[in-house]
């Protein structure tokens, strides 16, 4: 099934390109979404993932606008046609 996914990540971690149509297998989750894209981006998925295996809070995932998170974090299903945004997590004061 394919999948869209923009990474808002130029120029970190050495990303090279914003846009992925990515083909995922039928079952696939977050946590298989980022394991494909580590395989064009070595380091993406330890990036990512945090020590208990779950998404790390330096990065958002949103699905469609929602925050994996608050999804099923890495467990999170992807279904055909979905929209997935990665971008650094944004802080200050």
Same mark, same amino acid.
């Given at each position: 099934m %394919? &999948? /869209?996914v923009r990474l808002n990540l130029l120029g970190v971690l050495g990303i090279k390109q914003s846009e992925l #149509? !990515?083909?995922t297998p039928a079952d696939a989750t977050? #946590?298989?979404l980022i394991g !494909? &894209? /580590?395989?064009h %981006?070595?380091?993406f998925a330890a990036a990512l993932s945090n020590a208990d295996g779950g998404l790390s809070p330096q990065f958002v995932v949103f699905i469609n606008g929602r925050n994996a998170v608050h !999804?099923? /974090?890495m467990k999170t299903r992807l279904n055909a046609g979905d929209v997935v945004n990665v971008i650094p997590a944004i802080a200050g004061g």
């Open positions: %394919n &999948i /869209d #149509a !990515l083909d977050v #946590a298989t !494909l &894209i /580590d395989q %981006n070595p380091g !999804l099923e /974090d």
